[in-house]
């Protein structure tokens, strides 16, 4: 008997009697503001949260953060955002993920931002390189303001009809707290992790 | 196994300021967690519908792993399985030995911890780095980790820094935990880029889409699956749950019971292989389909490992992770090893049943229940030590018989306060040895009873 059948029939024969799975549709709390609710958030995960009128301020938003200036490699993978920073590279000519490793910003899209837990939805089909997000030492989203959601329910009701593939929350800079409790950004992925907001009412994407 | 808990726990305390700071250290997460659960207004709720949707997956579990290896074959990834240790571990090595994969990075994973993976493998000429900081420091200290969430809390930032100091190349003396933690992110980076392989554990497997989810901080185990072109991961069948949608309520809780925060800093969920890469699933049972077969302990297959329990647990906090010399400890590890192996017969004895595990458990684990069980399932083993035993079947008997035990309570107190101190205290008294005895009343309480009534 394969190992597989063998562990299959031995759960099978030690299983309990069915029972139903529960509905979760009362679950999740709703806030009064939910933007302010990301903001405070984001900030209590070590990070930035950045709301702005539109594009053109997320622009210059982006360009005024300390860690885009002082950069010397940029990815920008977020459309018609920060392509034109000095030091973009273009992503699609890099064939090994490793050739990122002195990358220091990427500009990401969120599909959605979570007011409950600044937990930022990002599509792997947009990575182009799955190590591009934690591998940058500063990390830059970018959301709207229509793509924020109160709690993780609903963030899993918006990308449940998503196409099969990878994909993450980011809530906030890489951390550890492993020396003696002692809470320090910036363990072994992204250092800063700053959220732009876009407050426009432009249409649904 | 020789030594037991007690023994264990018994040098763990010899150290008295130490224990304290151990107590205070791990109190400290427990802490946070009340904070980071208080905040959330359905939390009773979630937690019912965690324990429910975790009771619905174990009644049906077989039927839930194929339809996840349907989905993720189909998904592109390879699953295998594994009875026990030495099977998953042979596959894992025959993965890499396939490939000539001679350097692997591992994130954090207590499955591949109680198989013994990294001797396995490195006595096959594999280098094997664990990238989560707390899981390096112990692996660098030659140690096991202590805590399933903070594998190296029982270690002074003094301690890291010296081991760092000798393995890092730090400086001297130096033990800033934001200094230390910068080496290590260097230190591992390098390895990060030279590795052949990265292997994770499985926080969440989906039946429903044939996905897995692995949750960190530190952004490990992204590094170690986004740079090789190869990706391990191992799980325990017991990780499975139904639908991607139910994930809302795990993640809700996880971190929240893990350290306090909302949510871990990276949630990844991974559907098939990387383009140009492979993703391999082992899953293992390694005695949880016996476990799942007896009635009180099942329910210790719902736990999504978060250590809130050990946080909380005052024997835990004040005797050490290692003390209980198996992978996972504290309450939760105390059902799951001696349920497996007869060795940890201790374990269920080192709790007070006080019910804190139970209390905090996300999944609302009956913890404290389970441990009197096996401590029931024990004792009729005759893996209780024969003093022990020998002493209850007394006192069952005195407390049997209202004759005997009046004759009993009647010598404690006319007796007791007679004989020497050396000679009450000596070495088979084992209530005395860190205890004083009650001192002894007159009268017995239906003494005192009748002469208040009559008066």
């Known amino acids: 008997m394969t190992a597989r059948d063998d562990i299959l029939g031995r759960l099978r024969r030690a299983a309990p009697p069915a029972c139903e799975p529960p509905t979760l549709d009362a679950l999740g709390v709703t806030f009064p503001d939910p933007l302010a609710q990301l903001a405070a958030a984001m900030a209590t995960v070590g990070g930035a949260c950045v709301r702005v009128a539109d594009r053109a301020a997320a622009e210059a938003a982006i360009a005024a953060l300390p860690q885009v200036a002082a950069a010397r490699q940029i990815v920008s993978l977020a459309p018609g ?32 931002a979570v007011a409950e837990n600044a937990a930022v939805w990002i599509d792997g089909r947009v990575l182009l390189h799955r190590a591009v997000f934690v591998i940058t030492d500063h990390l830059v989203l970018v959301v709207h303001a229509r793509d924020v959601v109160h709690h993780m329910h609903q963030a899993y009701d918006r990308i449940a009809d998503r196409p099969r593939g990878y994909g993450l929350f980011i809530s906030g800079p890489s951390k550890t707290a492993d020396i003696e409790q002692v809470l320090v950004v910036g363990a072994q992925g992204a250092r800063t992790c700053t959220l732009i907001v876009i407050e426009d009412a432009a249409p649904a994407r | 196994m020789a030594e037991g808990h007690p023994e264990a726990a018994a040098r763990f305390v010899s150290d008295d300021a130490r224990m304290h700071w151990h107590d205070q250290a791990v109190w400290w997460v427990r802490q946070k967690r009340d904070a980071a659960s208080s905040t959330v207004p359905d939390w009773e709720a979630l937690r019912a519908a965690a324990s429910a949707i975790k009771r619905h997956t174990l009644s049906r579990l077989a039927d839930y792993l194929e339809q996840f290896e349907r989905n993720a074959t189909a998904l592109g990834a390879h699953v295998h399985w594994a009875r026990d240790a030495a099977e998953h571990n042979a596959i894992v090595h025959g993965l890499l030995a396939a490939r000539g994969v001679t350097k692997l990075v591992k994130s954090k994973s207590m499955l591949t911890e109680e198989c013994k993976l990294n001797p396995y493998l490195e006595v096959r000429g594999i280098e094997v780095v664990d990238t989560d900081l707390g899981e390096r420091i112990v692996q660098l200290a030659g140690e096991a980790p202590s805590h399933i969430v903070m594998p190296a809390i029982h270690h002074r930032k003094e301690e890291i820094g010296e081991l760092f100091q000798i393995h890092l190349k730090t400086k001297p003396g130096a033990a800033d935990p934001s200094y ?32 897995l989810v692995v949750c960190t901080n530190e952004g490990n185990a992204d590094m170690g699956t986004s ?25 809700r809780l996880l971190a929240r019971s893990a350290t306090g925060q909302p949510v871990t800093a990276y949630s990844t969920h991974y559907q098939g292989p990387r383009a140009g890469g492979e993703l391999h699933i082992v899953i293992v049972d390694n005695g949880r389909s016996a476990i799942l077969g007896r009635e009180a302990l099942r329910g210790s297959l719902a736990c999504i490992r978060c250590g809130a329990c050990m946080n909380t647990c005052p024997v835990y906090r004040r005797s050490g992770g290692h003390s209980y010399r198996y992978t996972v400890p504290g309450p939760i590890g105390s059902i799951l090893a001696p349920a497996r192996d007869a060795a940890y017969a201790s374990l269920p004895f080192a709790s007070t049943l006080c019910g804190s595990c139970a209390d905090v458990c996300p ?93």
């Not at chain 1, 000095?86 to 699609?92: I, Y």
């Not at chain 2, 910068?182 to 044939?210: C, M, P, S, Y």
């Open chain 1, 81 to 112: 955002l920060g392509h034109a920073l000095p030091g973009t590279l273009d992503l699609a000519a890099i064939d090994d993920p490793h050739a990122l490793a002195s990358l220091d910003v990427a500009i990401l899209p969120g599909t959605l």
């Open chain 2, 227 to 251: 740079l090789p072109a190869l990706h391990i991961a191992c799980m325990g069948v017991e990780k499975l749950i139904p639908r991607e949608r139910d994930l809302g309520v795990f993640l």
């Open chain 2, 363 to 455: 999944v609302r684990i009956d913890l404290h229940h389970q441990l009197l069980a096996l401590r029931q399932d024990l004792a009729r083993q005759k893996h209780v030590a024969w003093r022990k035993r020998l002493a209850l079947r007394v006192a069952a008997r005195v407390l049997a018989w209202p004759g005997l035990y009046r004759l009993a309570g009647w010598l404690a107190r006319r007796v007791l306060p007679l004989v020497p101190r050396a000679l009450l205290y000596v070495r088979w008294n084992a209530w005395g040895r860190q205890r004083e005895l009650p001192v002894m009343p007159r009268d017995s309480f239906r003494a005192q009873l009748r002469r208040r009534r009559l008066t």
């Open chain 2, 180 to 211: 230390l933690t910068e080496a290590a992110r260097h230190h591992l980076r390098d390895k990060f880029l030279a590795a052949g392989a990265g292997l994770t554990g499985v926080n969440f497997a989906i039946a429903e889409t044939g996905g």
